[in-house]
């Protein structure tokens, strides 16, 4: 913070000339990079491609709509499907989450040594895979179909539901543990009024949360043979159906809408 | 019936929370323990019940020694310890009568307590408490719809419940208005009176220990510098406890509340 003595005066200026030049030199860096970088990918990128998407984006817009609205009759049973695949899995992986998120949680681990860096070590590995990835495994492992779909999901739904828990867990009132310790319950009475009534919203939160988002990612594991409504839109895909293609997305984008709907109010009702 | 034998407390950082404490508080006799901030009043009640574990020392109910307690038997000898908080501690999303019916965990199973089928007499116990605090109407509302000193009494109902031997009570009034402390207060040694209970109860508010409390034990750094009935507590006793202040419109004024008290 420069001041100077000019004419008398106290002149105050953010930063003194040294700064502004360092500064300066700073902002052309950056538009050097960006340039060179810019150049890198417009040689790696067939430009004959891009000044044609317009034109084939016509195209296929033409040939989508209108949506063939009769293929609907065969997109009830797989929209089934996907809704299922999200719901069980959820089910299933906050089943799973619940016990992790305790040995996670600093104040409820029976361990910090030992057992929690296991429970974290389970909810990164879980989370870093994509559910699509899950389902590539897990079909090569018990074969394609919906089961396949619904064990990707609750994998891939453990490491994040047993995060956002023990995060609610680690900031519990410490005082409501410490009264139900004080009356002389056990261990597992103390789990079951002190700190659980105080995560259950937390806990109904995460639940709505994470079967929105499950509903959105099961739709894709069809795609590779997951089951689902990602069966049929890559079906309708491979032999060019594009009316068809239309009325999937469409029908996904519904699914979406009401699921997220859903949540919101479930959620506006607990909190 | 309680006698704290060289009870001491060091925490890992160093600091000495109490040092060589000497206490003995026959049976029925409530006491209060003042001093400032830090000087390890909380920490004392919590060595008692263990939520604080003490370095060295004993701590002695009826001829048992509940520093060497394993952990059932520890639960056993805290079922005989009620406590009261500061910030009442109630589980805040669960009903009132919830909260009172849970100071029995420490009779009833893990079953029975998680599916709430406690033993009718423990329910008709929590009434009758509920009752006799004025809160017989708010059985089925929700902790967090209370007010502080509702909650305070429902504090007090869950501790009681327990059919307590002794009252450990920290701070019971720091979150309430001066009117509602009183009340408090004089409902907690009315209790006490009623049914022969003992008590330690922290408060850092001199004129409400001196009003209701027959015995006042001063704690500065964790050592007792004071220990007499309330007459005994002198300006140069306060300045023991607190350090140096004008304590004289202290001491006049718990003459003059007493007059404001009798002619209310």
Known sequence: MPVFDKDGAQVWRLRTPREKLIRLGGWLIGLVIFAICWQRISEATTWFFVWDAPRIANDIWTRATPPRWEYITQLGRPIWDTLNIATLGTIIALFLAVPVAFLAARNTTPSKL?????????????????????????????????????VAIAIRSIGFCAKLLYEAIEEIDHAQVEAITATGASRWQVMAYGIVPQIMPAFAGVAVFRWDINIRESTVLGLVGAGGIGLQLSASLNVLAWPQVSLILLVILAAVVISEWVSAKVRGAII | ????????????TGDKALQDIDLEVPSGQVLALIGPSGAGKSTLIRCINRLVEPTGGAVMLDGEDLTRLGSGALRRARREMGM?????????????????????????????????????KDVDEAFRLLDRVG???????????????QRQRVG?????????????????TASLDPKTSRQIMRLITELCRERGLAAIINIHDVLLAQMFVPRIVGLRFGEIVFDGPPEGLTPDKLTEIYGEEDWEATIEKVEDEEDIEAAE
Request: net charge positive; proline share 4%.
């Open chain 2, 156 to 172: 007090i109902c869950r501790a009681l419940i327990q059919d307590p031997k002794l009252l450990l009570v920290d701070e019971p």
């Open chain 1, 114 to 150: 030992f057992i929690r860096p296991i429970a974290l070590l389970i909810i990164v590995s879980t989370r870093s895979i994509n559910s699509l990835i899950w389902a590539l495994l897990l079909i090569a492992i018990i074969g394609p179909g919906v089961f396949a779909g619904v």
């Open chain 2, 135 to 149: 809160l017989l109407h708010m059985a089925d509302k929700r902790a967090d719809e209370l007010s502080g000193g």
């Open chain 2, 1 to 12: 019936m309680l006698r704290l034998e060289k009870l001491t407390k060091t925490y890992k």
């Open chain 2, 84 to 120: 009261i908080f500061q910030e009442y501690a109630l589980v805040e999303r669960l009903t009132v009568m919830e909260n009172v019916l849970s100071g029995r965990l420490g009779y009833v199973g893990f079953w029975r307590s998680f599916l709430r089928r406690y033993p009718q």
